[in-house]
């Protein structure tokens, strides 16, 4: 199926959209030994596409990684007030990978970075549902917050899923989500009238941060990349 080629070479790991527009732009790609330019189409199973003279990556080399994201970085690939970034942290997995989701600035914890870019649409589509576990320490009265963080509760005026909140100990909870909604964990605390000291993400689905450290990352184990992706195709059914 014929697509713009910036979207196949995103798909590919070879460059962001905006990245591949700049090679298009730049005469480093080709199809059927002729230049491309912004705009073209080709179909990877029938063209011959090329970068700098190097045929795309092949779609069943992919690469998963779960970082334990520290504070401190931004959940991107660069950044433009130079703020040190997620990719910095994973440049020695051997592949260009970018993350699934965010976690803000000031939050830590599981993140899993890839080079699939349809493993990562899935997994960030609402129909998918994914469970998204977070360690919270707070400020505040907890006992009158705990109704309000697993009543009914919305952000921007969409209805959120009722979440799955269990107290870990003084000021400390769990609090498990579906959506992935912008800082959605910390609203929801100044909602309830809690002040958010500390949040880490614990688990994503069926991964889990378990004893990573904070900073380093590893590659997904077969058993956990097949619970990733028999996901991924029960979704697409």
Known sequence: MEERLQKILSARGVASRRAAEAYLEAGRVTVNGHPAKIGDRADPERDEIRVDGR?????????????????GYVTTLSDEKGRRTVAQLVEGCGARVWPVGRLDLDSEG????????????????PSHEVQKEYHVWVEGD???????????????????????????????????????????????????GLKVRR?????????????????????????????????HTKSSV
């Open 55 to 71: 045929p795309l990556p092949s779609l069943d080399r992919r690469t998963y990684v779960m970082l334990n994201k520290p504070r």
């Open 110 to 125: 599981l993140l899993i970075l890839t080079d699939d870019g349809a493993l990562t649409q899935n997994l960030l589509h």
């Open 142 to 192: 907890v006992a009158a917050a705990l109704p309000v963080l697993r009543g009914p509760l919305s952000l921007d005026g969409v209805p959120l899923h009722p979440a799955r909140v269990e107290v870990l100990g003084p000021g400390q909870l769990s609090v498990t989500i579906h959506e992935g909604r912008n800082r959605q964990v910390r609203r929801m605390c100044a909602a309830a």
């Open 199 to 231: 949040l880490r993400r614990v688990r994503e689905g069926s991964l889990t941060l378990g004893n990573l450290k904070v900073g380093c990352w590893r590659h997904l184990t077969e058993d956990e990349l097949s619970q990733l992706l028999e996901g």
